[in-house]
């Protein structure tokens, strides 16, 4: 089934009718089903629902063919804004009735709410319903209006921490005008930019700088890459944090701690109290301006909206949360003093101090270790205390069990074992933290928002020495909504494990694992592994280790593709559709021999004015992704994978992926060096494609690779918005490179076509722009 929008790009001066919608066919009757309403649009403010058929538009049938086509057509070019639309539509509607007292009434029931009283029906009782189902012809007239959000001043198309991006990395750019200038591409080109701005004209008031600009600036891509590599690299945790601030074009500095060097347990404790009631003090600043009932209503609807995303990336239109709810919950989020918000966080971090921490542990050597009498804690303590901010606790070096969630938590050491909150969320208690020093621990949770994960306020777990294990269903292991959470694991070989939502996630705030040494392990179901949603900056840095990622084996694909699973990660950012903006998705692995598994939607991939960014530095690396993976884009978005040296497989089970942008996106995807393999071959839209106003950009700079791969590409159809589309092959180098088996191709240059351009190059780019 295609699923179209009636105007998929923001222009101000298009109406917009506001539905999703997929072309019904039944014997001779043909229609528009409507799949979802956009919230606030003509559509919405009508009598139209999701299931209803449209038959007639203006008095008129719909075309036997090219019936989504010739639909959108006639909205986009023979209707304007505050014109009439007439539609006739069939309405296929069951009506319930109960019998209550030996009466049938009709009862605002669906099948699901039968379901329910059935299996609630007590023994020797009976429950008797009534179907009543019939298919009504109806009329409705609206008023065409604009796409809701709809601004009415030009976008701020700017990014105030990368000043240099405009001359960095040029020689793409220069490409792009050599098409227009001497292949005849300067319209062509034109028309992408302009829809690309226009699609900036959609403003949630979320939008994120770098999105924005690389949104509108395509050829930046490769610059905007350029620069920000020069930031990574052996990175520690404070520059961690920064690069994530720098994703988001705002810095924030905090004053230096300075850290006790006395012996007194006191000063240390005093030092640790101070920290975090600054912390408080700028969460509290943060948060005022959301109300306790605007904070019971996140709490209650954010699960309820977690698993509506699990089940589809359309939300709106369904039975168990109204389209206004979906609305006014990411309102909410400009009530969020995001500032003060990441002063908090930023105030907290400076815990993570290695030579502090065990200074301050050494000032415990002359207490005494007593056998805990606190429920829920097994073993050996030295200090514990009920605080302002919480419980604070300070274990000994045994083997201790956590069952009682802590706001404060320091070990000493042992194979201890975490069933609590792990540096996560606690309901009465807003900031939260664990520091384990040594051990092969298992922390184990089955609540959300644990282990080093923050939900309306800060959580931060360090874990200094050990192989640990790391198990949680959802909304764990360094996860920040509407906050800040993560995990940092110095060193030893790690697992993570959990099932959605998890590892390094953020809306609403950051979201990040950073572990520094080990073979590490992750593995989740779906919305895991540096997932960047809503006005968030989610991440996973593991610097060095030969690491495996692994993402999806759960959720049937969406899109009904046998032997396909969901995904949504691994450097995903991931935005609602016509509700709010995506946020930006970042995986970064500096060294090691890497795998990486994963489902739709992953690996450099970005959603709905989202950003995806996977970048792997150093190691021979495996890639296996499926459909959108491998540096993709989909509905206003960016995708960007960069792989710098190794050499390096990439295998997609079903297509769309590697280096593909669909309906005004862009997509850059590079491998710097190495002898690499391509395999997508007999797969449909693979490497360097884009369609439906977007570009791409596949660029593998050397060594002897291997493209399994059809290079012949059809033009581009664009028929959902008329613009026009780009995508770029280069293959620079001049090794000797295999194409399905084949060698003709290497080393060749192909003229530009309809709206794709081949270069197998015998030098680098530079060299082949000198010489034309």
């Known amino acids: 089934m295609m699923l179209f929008v009636n105007s998929t790009y923001a222009n101000p001066s298009k109406p917009f009718l506001g539905i999703g919608f997929s072309e019904f066919k039944k014997d001779s009757f043909v229609g528009i089903q409507i799949d979802y309403i956009v919230p606030n649009s003509a559509a919405d403010k009508s009598d139209l629902q999701k299931g209803d058929v449209i038959y007639m538009v203006d008095y008129q049938h719909l075309a036997t063919v090219n019936i989504s086509e010739n639909f959108k057509q006639y909205i986009s070019d023979e209707k304007a804004i505050d014109e009439q639309l007439v539609l006739h539509y069939v309405r296929d509607s069951l009506t319930i009735a109960k019998d209550i007292d030996g009466s049938f009434v009709d009862v605002e029931y669906h099948v699901d709410n039968v379901l329910t009283d059935v299996n609630q029906l007590v023994a020797n009782n009976s429950l008797a319903f009534q179907f009543n189902r019939k298919a009504e012809q109806k009329i409705e007239k609206l008023k065409l209006a604009a796409k809701p959000l709809i601004t009415s001043v030009s976008p701020n198309i700017k990014l105030d921490l990368f000043p240099s991006i405009s001359y960095i990395a040029p020689y793409y750019s220069e490409l792009i005008n050599v098409l227009k200038i001497y292949d005849g591409f300067e319209n062509h080109f034109s028309i992408i930019e302009k829809f690309q701005y226009y699609n900036e004209f959609w403003d949630d008031g979320f939008r994120l700088p770098l999105v924005r600009y690389l949104h509108v600036n395509y050829d930046k891509m490769p610059s905007f890459t350029r620069l920000f590599q020069q930031e990574l690299g052996s990175l520690r945790p404070q520059e961690a944090f920064y690069l994530q601030q720098r994703l988001a074009d705002f810095i924030l500095t905090v004053s230096p701690a300075v850290y006790p060097k006395s012996k007194s347990f006191k000063v240390h404790y005093d030092f640790i109290h101070s920290i975090l009631k600054t912390s408080q003090e700028s969460l509290d600043k943060a948060l005022t301006n959301l109300t306790e009932k605007d904070r019971d209503f996140i709490i209650k609807k954010t699960p309820v909206i977690l698993n509506e995303l699990a089940k589809s990336f359309i939300i709106t239109g369904n039975d168990s949360i109204s389209d206004h709810d979906i609305s006014n919950y990411f309102l909410l989020l400009k009530q969020v003093d995001m500032t003060a918000l990441l002063h908090g966080y930023s105030t907290l971090l400076q815990l993570w101090n290695q030579d502090w921490l065990y200074r301050f542990a050494a000032t415990v050597d002359d207490m005494e270790l007593i056998d805990s009498k606190i429920e829920g804690i097994t073993g050996s303590i030295y200090f514990s205390a009920e605080t302002d901010m919480g419980v604070f606790i300070i274990a000994g070096k045994g083997d201790n069990t956590y069952t009682k969630d802590i706001s404060f938590l320091l070990d000493l050491g042992g194979n201890d074992t975490y069933r609590n909150n792990a540096g996560g969320y606690i309901k009465n208690s807003a900031i939260n933290v664990l520091i384990d020093l040594q051990g092969d621990d298992m922390y184990s949770s089955t609540y959300d928002y644990s282990q080093g994960s923050g939900f309306l306020g800060y959580g931060f777990l360090i874990d200094i020495q050990g192989d640990d294990l790391y198990r949680s269903l959802r909304t ?297």
């Open 476 to 772: 764990s292991q360094g996860v920040g909504f509407f906050g800040y959470g993560a995990i940092i694991d110095w060193d030893g070989d790690d697992s993570y494990l959990a099932q959605e939502f998890s590892q390094g996630v953020a809306l609403g705030g950051k979201g990040f694992i950073f572990d520094r040494k080990g073979k590490d392990q992750y593995q989740a179901a779906l919305f895991s592994q540096a997932v960047g949603l809503t006005h968030g900056i989610g991440s996973i840095f593991d610097i060095f280790g030969d690491d495996s990622y692994i993402l999806g084996n759960r959720d049937f694909s969406s899109y009904g593709s046998v032997g396909i699973f969901k995904g949504a990660g691994q450097g995903f950012g991931f935005g609602i559709r016509h509700i709010s903006s995506g946020g930006i998705g970042f995986l970064y692995d500096y060294k090691g021999n890497d795998f990486y598994e994963s489902g739709n939607f992953s690996q450099g991939t970005g959603y709905f004015y989202g950003l995806g960014l996977l970048i792997d530095d150093m190691g021979n690396d495996r890639h296996i992704g499926s459909r959108y993976s491998i540096a993709s884009s989909a509905h206003s978005a960016l995708g960007i994978l960069i792989n710098n040296k190794g050499n390096d497989s990439y295998q997609t089970l079903y297509g769309s992926s590697m280096g593909i942008a669909w309906d005004n996106s862009n997509s850059f995807f590079l491998d710097e060096s190495g002898n690499d393999v391509y395999d997508c071959l007999d797969r449909n839209f693979c490497l360097a494609q884009a369609d439906h106003n977007s570009f791409s950009l596949f660029n593998d700079k050397s060594g002897k690779d291997i493209y399994n791969v059809n290079v012949i590409k059809p033009p581009a159809t664009n028929s959902y918005n008329d613009g026009k589309s780009f995508s770029i092959h280069i293959d620079e180098g001049g090794d000797k490179d295999v194409y399905s088996g084949l060698e003709k191709l290497n080393n060749i240059a192909k003229d530009p076509a309809d709206s794709y351009l081949f270069l197998d190059l015998k030098s680098s780019l530079a060299k082949y722009l000198r010489q034309l």
